[in-house]
């Protein structure tokens, strides 16, 4: 009689976690359905902004934003993201600060797939006119400089208005 009751207590603890363990499962799927029943977890909306697969590119001189002449440019590229949600990026050069040295730079931004990539500095502007030539689906903007060379360079002033106006009209293209 005493082996019945052990067989049976323990029959009873298995159906009571078992009926403990789907009511749990059934409480955790009410949370996440929620009571709307539509099954679809509502999410909140992203704090990130959510880019485009656009890029705009910045080549600098060694001391990259921090020069005097990119500062402008920089915050102008940040503008012009907030309302195309392109991203940027910059890369200051090292080392021997001449067009040659540039070349290559100026060839990295646009195997990056950059679709703008914007000068700054006598070095990078001068390399500019052969990169386009170069890439001629990647859209150069000289800024501060003029600019020579093939139809996809383009030349703006140093001010802030000027190249995000400049960032924006060439994403739009």
């Known amino acids: 009689m005493k082996a019945w009751i052990r067989a049976h207590r323990r029959l009873l603890l298995m159906v009571g976690g078992g009926v403990a363990a789907a009511a749990a499962v059934t409480a955790i799927v009410v949370a996440v359905v929620g009571p709307g029943g539509s099954g679809r977890r509502q999410l ?11 890029q705009a590119c910045l080549l ?34 090292a080392g021997e600060q001449t067009p040659a040295a540039a070349g290559p730079y100026l060839s990295t931004l646009a195997a ?4 703008v990539v914007l000068t700054v500095g006598a070095a990078p502007d001068g390399a500019a006119a052969g990169a386009g030539a170069r890439f001629p689906h990647t859209r150069f903007v000289v800024v501060g400089a003029s600019a020579g060379g093939p139809s996809n360079v383009t030349a703006v002033s140093g001010t802030k208005e000027a190249v995000a106006s400049a960032v924006e009209a060439a994403l739009a293209n």
């Open 60 to 93: 600098t001189g060694e001391r990259g934003i921090a020069d005097p002449a990119a500062a402008p440019v920089w915050a102008g590229m940040q503008e012009a993201s907030a309302s195309t949600h392109a991203k940027v990026t910059y890369l200051a050069m």
């Open 44 to 54: 909140p909306p992203a704090r990130a902004r959510v880019y485009t697969a656009q």
């Open 112 to 115: 990056r797939q950059c679709t």
